[in-house]
């Protein structure tokens, strides 16, 4: 997984100077003094000064200067995410924990249409709906030997998903039922997304039919979600945790 690209140009110089100037020795030997370095390291910092954030006055942990989505200027720490806004990795982020710190962003485009597959294949451990769920869900599916009932479809959902990748992140999976509601409930309220009136696969088992290995949980945007057949063509849409 890809981090935030962190701005490091000459902050060595600015911090040792701007943050431990009280721990320099005097000069108590006699050496003369550069006259022509002290010039040059004063205009440095003057134009790391202006390019740089300012320093907190109180740090109680380790910090690096990052250049945060949406942002025209570097700041000190962590960034804040908020839902609506754009996640670290391009994404459309749904959900927060953390104060802004965490949380959940979904791809910003379908990822196409595909069949859930794996029709009359019992799984042990995707039937989590909850918030969380998803990824563990669409590892299991994944990493099965299912496929699709139809030729004509393609990949299976689960592996869309966890192929998927965008702006240098690879850690997408296919949203689990809770999760697919939030991105109903959040991004369709903020007009986000374009997913108005389409389906969308989740990676939850459908475990109240008397045919669990058959149907698989949807989300209809704008709408409800529900079981239906696992061989149908919905959309997919990928989301990752960050």
Not at 31 to 58: D, F, S, Y
Not at 181 to 197: E, T
Request: hydrophobic letters at 35%; glycine letters at 12%; proline letters at 3%.
């Amino acid at each position: 997984m890809k981090k935030l690209k962190v701005v490091t140009g000459l902050l060595l110089i600015f911090t040792v100077s701007s943050v431990f100037a009280d721990q320099v020795e005097k000069n108590e030997i006699g050496q003369a003094r550069n006259a022509a370095a002290i010039v040059i390291n004063t205009k440095t910092l003057q134009k790391l000064q202006k390019i740089l954030p300012e320093l907190p006055e109180v740090v109680d942990q380790d910090m690096a200067i990052i250049l945060c989505p949406e942002k025209d200027t570097p700041q000190w720490g962590e960034c804040l995410y908020e839902v609506g806004g754009t996640g670290p990795a391009g994404g459309l982020v749904f959900y927060t924990t953390d104060g802004g710190r965490h949380g959940i962003e979904a791809s910003p485009t379908d990822q196409g249409q595909s069949e859930w597959g794996c029709y009359n294949t019992e799984f042990e451990g995707v039937t989590g709906t909850a918030i969380g769920s998803g990824a563990a869900n669409t590892k299991i599916i994944s990493e099965s030997n299912c496929v699709g009932r139809y030729s004509y479809s393609g990949e299976i959902a689960a592996r869309v998903s966890n192929n998927y990748e965008l702006n240098g992140f690879d850690d997408w999976y296919l949203p689990s039922r809770d999760e697919l509601y939030l991105m109903n409930k959040d991004l369709i309220a903020k007009d986000l997304g374009g997913f108005k009136g389409r389906s969308y696969w989740s990676s939850s088992n459908y475990t109240i039919s008397s045919r669990p290995d058959e149907f698989a949980w949807i989300q209809s945007f704008g709408g409800d979600n529900y079981g239906v057949s696992r061989f149908g063509e919905l959309s997919v849409r990928s989301i990752r945790s960050f």
